[in-house]
């Protein structure tokens, strides 16, 4: 491991144990009645026993599931389309308006609509997820398509590439960077409106719902244990999925351009 990569855990490491000193001070404190704010022990305990019941893990398995499945769907549709828009004025002029109608709709505000069109369950969740996701995915992916520069298009294509190789070795590794920040949006998006979704249209799983139900209950600690879950799986994949897949794509396309070069 890197010294630079060791201080970056350390880095890391200091801001949570801080966070997590200035909480515990404050439900010590006496400002919050201890039902509204459970100390780090009161809430490691609770998430200790919903952990080792299985419970949890399964309304994180819910929840996770319902991310992942409206996420690729997000992808599968907006990186093709906003690949596609970089590159035809045609595609770009009949989208566009489109997408900056739509984004600017809150997410959670087509939840009764959908709750309408498909009832409680699944289907509601999924489909939010793919709606929240779907704007950062496409407009970053279109926006990396516009960003490449011209003048490697035309080194490419005076050395005989074809429209495929300029695709693939130039296109997109070039917009690479504007992809890889368009998943981490969607992602972030998505956690955000699962999370509302479940409130609103799950039915007895999922960690919104968990959250939700919780706070009818009074059982602060859960909430926060359930709060504690998804923070530990977004920081997951943060660091272990967007984190590696930046890495890659900058070593890759490093090596590419001093090939070039």
């Known amino acids: 491991m890197s010294p630079e990569r060791i201080r970056s855990i350390r880095r890391g490491a200091f801001t949570l144990l801080l966070a997590a000193a200035i909480y515990e001070a404050l439900a010590r404190s006496g400002w919050f009645a201890p039902a509204l704010m459970p100390t780090l ?13 299985g419970s949890m893990l399964a309304h994180a398995a819910t929840t996770l ?15 093709p389309l906003g690949i596609l828009m970089g590159r035809s004025r045609a595609v770009e002029s009949f989208v566009l308006p489109l997408a900056s109608a739509l ?17 409680l369950g699944n289907t509601v969740s999924i489909l939010i997820v793919f709606y929240a996701s779907l704007f950062p995915m496409l407009l970053n992916a279109w926006a990396g398509v ?26 997109i590794p070039g917009a690479s960077p504007f992809i890889i920040t368009g998943l981490r949006q969607a992602f972030l998006r998505a956690w955000v409106a699962v999370v509302g979704a479940e409130m609103l249209a799950a039915s007895d799983w999922g960690l919104g719902w968990v959250i939700f139900d919780a706070k009818e209950f ?30 890659a794509t900058v070593l890759r396309w490093g090596m590419v351009r001093s090939t070039k070069a």
């Open 41 to 53: 022990e009161k809430i490691a305990g609770t998430l200790a026993t919903v952990l080792s019941d």
């Open 65 to 79: 599931y319902r991310v992942l499945f409206g996420f690729s769907l997000a992808i599968l549709a907006g990186l």
């Open 103 to 119: 984004m600017p709709i809150p997410s959670l505000a087509w939840v009764p609509v959908f709750i309408l069109w498909f009832g």
């Open 146 to 171: 516009r960003a490449v520069n011209p003048l490697w298009l035309r080194a490419a294509g005076a050395m005989g590439a074809d429209e495929q190789a300029l695709f693939w070795k130039v296109i």
């Open 218 to 247: 009074l059982n602060a600690d859960l909430m926060l244990a359930s709060l504690a879950v998804i923070g530990a799986i977004g920081f997951a994949f943060e660091r272990l999925v967007f984190g590696s897949l930046e890495r």
